[in-house]
């Protein structure tokens, strides 16, 4: 059974650039969830997705926004690049919505470069 | 948010020994555990979720969960140098699917 698929696996942009990252969960997964990773940080929730609408959020900007599809297919968008949106970005998916029933597996992760 | 600790290591052990790695959590309602392993430039892996109070057993792997002290432990037997990586404890929590520690870097010395 193929992975969590995250496009593309790099990505360089200058400030003020906005970008889509793109995550295709396993088959018969229907949650989506992304978060941000920094060496200082840690994991940060961005947000959750199932059946096509949004469940949850973490505490960031509204220039971050994502969205679903009917096959359960997610992008993330980040507008108005800044410096410190400069991470690697990853995508989990999930059987269900959140983990209690099941885990999250986590795709190879977009790492973005602001300049 | 409730919060998810584990110290940061360097944590470093020789090759064939028991590794233990600690994670504590804030949130009493917690109902399930995660442990995660991340290799330097690759995203999380999942290798342990434990329910119930007790053990459980998988392998080399012996995840541990005591709610009363809201602590949760991962063993390590048999330690190799392809353990060597950073281990993240995971808890849902709220809206959160997982709420991440900062991760405990293991390194082991063969």
């Known amino acids: 059974k193929a992975g969590v698929t995250q496009t593309p696996r790099y990505l360089i942009k200058t400030r003020g650039q906005q970008v889509t990252l793109s995550c295709s969960p396993i088959s018969g997964h229907r949650s989506v969830s992304w978060y941000q990773q920094t060496p200082g940080q840690g994991l940060q929730f961005l947000f959750e997705?199932?059946?096509?609408?949004?469940?949850n959020k973490g505490n960031f900007p509204g220039r971050f926004s994502g969205r679903q599809f009917s096959n359960s297919r997610s992008e993330m968008n980040v507008s108005t690049l800044e410096l410190g949106d400069s991470a690697l970005y990853l995508c989990?998916?999930?059987?269900?919505?959140?983990?209690?029933?099941?885990?999250?597996?986590f795709g190879n992760g977009t790492r973005l470069t602001v300049t | 948010q409730k919060e998810v600790e584990q110290n940061s290591g360097p944590l470093s052990v020789p090759e064939g020994a028991i590794a233990s790695l600690n994670c504590t959590y804030s949130?009493?309602?917690?109902?399930?555990f995660f442990w995660y392993r991340q290799y330097s430039g690759k995203s999380p892996e999942l290798i342990m979720f434990i329910y119930s109070n007790g053990d459980k057993e998988d392998g080399r792997f012996t995840a541990q969960l005591n709610k009363a002290s809201q602590y949760v432990s991962l063993l390590i037997r048999d330690s190799q140098p392809s353990d060597s990586a950073t281990y993240l404890c995971?808890?849902?929590?709220?809206?959160?699917?997982?709420?991440f520690g900062k991760g405990t870097r293991l390194s082991v010395i063969a």
């Open positions: 997705y199932f059946s096509e609408t949004q469940r």
């Open positions: 995971a808890v849902p929590s709220g809206n959160t699917p997982l709420v």
């Open positions: 989990a998916s999930s059987l269900g919505q959140g983990s209690r029933y099941s885990p999250l597996h």
């Open positions: 949130d009493r309602g917690s109902q399930s």
